[in-house]
Nanobody
Framework: QVQLVETGGGLVQAGGSLRLSCAAS????????MGWYREVPGKQRELVAH???????AYADSVQGRFTISRDSAKNTVFLQMSSLKPEDTAVYYC???????????????WGQGTQVTVSP
């Protein structure tokens, strides 16, 4: 089994910073890509950022220049450094990982349980 555990959410004032972490554990052969999504009630879950095994990154326009995604491949962990936070960044943030568990199986997407980020005005 594979488990993704997110930490680092919380309450912060506008303009502040938070750092999210997500650690993947279990039977993992390789991780192709890890990323962060966010969701608010009544809206579709949206991509925040993702990073490939080769280190390529992509960001949503709304967070470009404010958020930075990074990873520690040796620890199967991805980070999201969030700066200059705005009230509209308030959401539940979910980590995901596209990974393989064996040479004989294809890649599969796994999700964490989510962590709440609240930005007060």
């Amino acid at each position: 089994q594979v488990q993704l555990v997110e930490t680092g959410g919380g309450l912060v004032q506008a303009g502040g910073s938070l750092r999210l972490s997500c650690a993947a554990s279990g039977s993992i052969l390789s991780i192709n890509r890890m990323g962060w999504y966010r969701e608010v009630p009544g809206k579709q879950r949206e991509l925040v950022a993702h990073i490939t095994s080769g280190g390529s990154t992509a960001y949503a326009d709304s967070v470009q220049g404010r958020f930075t995604i990074s990873r520690d491949s040796a620890k199967n962990t991805v980070f999201l450094q969030m700066s200059s936070l705005k009230p509209e960044d308030t959401a539940v943030y979910y980590c995901n990982a596209l990974l393989s568990q064996s040479y004989y199986s294809g890649s599969r997407l796994y999700w964490g349980q989510g962590t709440q980020v609240t930005v007060s005005p």
